[in-house]
C-alpha cells in the first residue's frame, strides 16, 4: 500500500489504492459527479499503512526470559541474559521481527488501517446543464393568442 492514493468527498473518509495522485482525482471528480450532494472540493492525499508494531521487542523477551529464570533458580540465575551485547540484541530484534511479520501474513493480521498525508484539496467544476429548448417551447410573440380583455 505505500505510494497508494486515496480520495475523500468530505476530508475524513478516505477509499481507494490508486498508483498515481493523477488517478485518484480523476476517481474524486467521478464521484464527486454521481453524489447526490456534489461537493464543492474533493481531497486525494497519500496513504500510510499503519505499523504493524513487530520491532522493538527483543529487550523485553530477554528480561521475560531471564525474570522467569529467576523465578525458577533463584539467585542462581540472577546473571542470566546480563551480558547481552547491543549487537546481538539488534540481531535478536532483527530475527523477531522477521517471525512476528510472517506469523501476521500467513494469519492474514497485517493492519488495514492507515494514515493519510499529503492531502490536496481540488476544487470540484460546477455542473453546467445546458437545456434544449424545442421549436414548440419557444415564444414566438407575445400577445395575440386570441383573448380578449
Sequence with gaps: MVGKYAFSLNG???RGGFDSREEAVAEAMEAAR????VPQTVFVGR???GDTKASG??????AHMAARAREQFDDAASNYLATVSKSQLDSLDGMLEMVILGWLERNELMPT???MEAIGEY???SITIARAVSEAEEVHEIGGGGYEM
Excluded at 34 to 37: E, F, G, H, W
Excluded at 57 to 62: I, S
Aim: hydrophobic content about 35%; aromatic content about 14%.
Design 12 to 14: 475524513e473518509h478516505y
Design 47 to 49: 496513504r500510510v499503512p
Design 57 to 62: 521487542h527483543a529487550r523485553a523477551v530477554l
Design 123 to 125: 476544487p470540484v467544476p
Design 113 to 115: 488501517f492507515f494514515k
Design 34 to 37: 454521481r453524489s447526490p450532494d
